[in-house]
């Protein structure tokens, strides 16, 4: 069973950069897919980016795209988040998810880290 913890999140002025981390404990991650999602304030739970477990294939949504990059440290059983160019419409929780091998869903999520960006 995977736990994940993330990092990093925090009050920014708008235009600023945060780093979040998930950290996973209880097994390796290194063959499971990950993402990052986030939910605002009465708002669903929208997905931002995901990783293959070979790092070889990665998406972002749309409106996160050339702003943030994901990556993968499997050594380390971490997955990142580097957001720059932060907006106040980014201001959510933020959650990282994994998803195991031949399995469709994301099954397994950490309990957020709240990110916040002033204007």
């Known amino acids: 069973q995977v736990q994940l913890v993330e990092s990093g999140g925090g009050l920014v002025q708008a235009g600023g950069s945060l780093r979040l981390s998930c950290a996973a404990s209880?097994?390796?991650?290194?063959?499971?897919?990950m993402g990052w999602f986030r939910q605002a304030p009465g708002k669903e739970r929208e997905f931002v980016a995901a990783?293959?477990?070979?790092?070889?294939?990665?998406n972002y949504a749309d409106s996160v795209k050339g702003r943030f990059t994901i990556s993968r440290d499997n050594a380390k059983n971490t997955v990142y988040l580097q957001m720059n160019s932060l907006k106040p419409e980014d201001t959510a929780v933020y959650y990282c998810?994994?998803?195991?091998?031949?399995?469709?869903?994301?099954?397994?999520w950490g309990q957020g880290t709240q990110v916040t960006v002033s204007s």
């Open positions: 998810a994994s998803r195991g091998p031949g399995v469709a869903e994301y099954d397994t």
């Open positions: 990783i293959t477990w070979s790092g070889g294939r990665i």
């Open positions: 209880g097994r390796t991650i290194r063959t499971y897919a």
